[in-house]
């Protein structure tokens, strides 16, 4: 039977960094990884809700049928604004949140980091501590599994092939400088009633080598016919 294990924990220390930088004594660590979570799921829930009212705006802005096909196709686009990583790091007074997106055209407006501190004031419920947010662009978002696994997600959802959909996310790896690339997703693929999985594969992916950097991810996509899994492998490059 084989053994499996997170590429990232595998590498962590060598290639791969921790997310959450801060040190705590045993008996408030909990509250400390608890303060980490809802930062976290608060910085995603303000990126998915903005962008679902920027959708609707578009929509009900426009009235000819052309119009709202082509603010159908720039969603996809804004569908990749997804965050690859988000970093904290904690100190006495201070919590820095770095939030690491592939393209950050939401963040960007005018008052958005102010409501975003807002919100996150409000889960953190920290009085001694501010909040300082950080916004990073990635320079290849396509070397993200993350977005890659988002662009898949889109994609099945608009009910395209998921053989398609696993081409196409390859194809966009060929503007990053990667050495290989792998997408696997699993269950109920094109609606069929027995589950089961379907990989794709190009280059090299040396997932024993612990100096190989490889980048991870594993995303679930609810769909009408049930929950899909996908997972994909970026070998980046090696030390």
């Not at 045993?26 to 829930?45: F, T």
């Not at 988000?86 to 919590?95: C, G, L, N, P, W």
């Not at 395209?160 to 990053?176: P, Y």
């Amino acid at each position: 039977m084989g053994q499996k294990i997170n590429p990232l924990g595998f590498r962590l220390g060598t290639t791969q960094n921790h997310h959450s930088f801060w040190f705590a004594q045993p008996k408030i660590y909990s509250e400390g990884l608890q303060e980490d979570k809802k930062i976290r799921n608060c910085i995603k829930n303000y990126i998915q809700k903005n962008r679902k009212k920027g959708s609707n705006r578009k929509i009900e802005s426009d009235s000819s049928s052309e119009v709202i096909t082509h603010n159908r196709k720039m969603d996809s686009g804004s569908s990749s604004e997804v965050i690859t990583r988000i970093e904290i790091q904690k100190e006495i007074d201070t919590i820095h949140v770095i939030i690491h997106i592939g393209f950050p055209n939401l963040l960007k407006k005018k008052g958005a980091i102010e409501e975003l501190e807002k919100d996150l004031q409000k889960e953190v419920n920290s009085v001694n501590q501010r909040l300082n947010i950080a916004i990073e662009k990635v320079k290849e978002p396509y070397r993200q599994p993350n977005i890659l696994a988002e662009y898949i997600a889109f994609q099945l959802k608009n009910r395209v092939s998921f053989r398609k959909a696993m081409k196409k996310a390859i194809e966009l790896t060929k503007k990053a400088d990667i050495r290989g690339v792998k997408v696997k997703i699993a269950g109920r693929l094109a609606g069929k009633e027995i589950a089961r999985a379907e990989c794709i594969k190009k280059g090299r992916l040396p997932l024993q080598t612990i100096r190989a950097k490889i980048d991870y991810c594993c995303y679930p996509i609810r769909t009408i016919y049930g929950v899909l899994g996908v997972k994909i492998w970026i070998f980046v490059d090696e030390e």
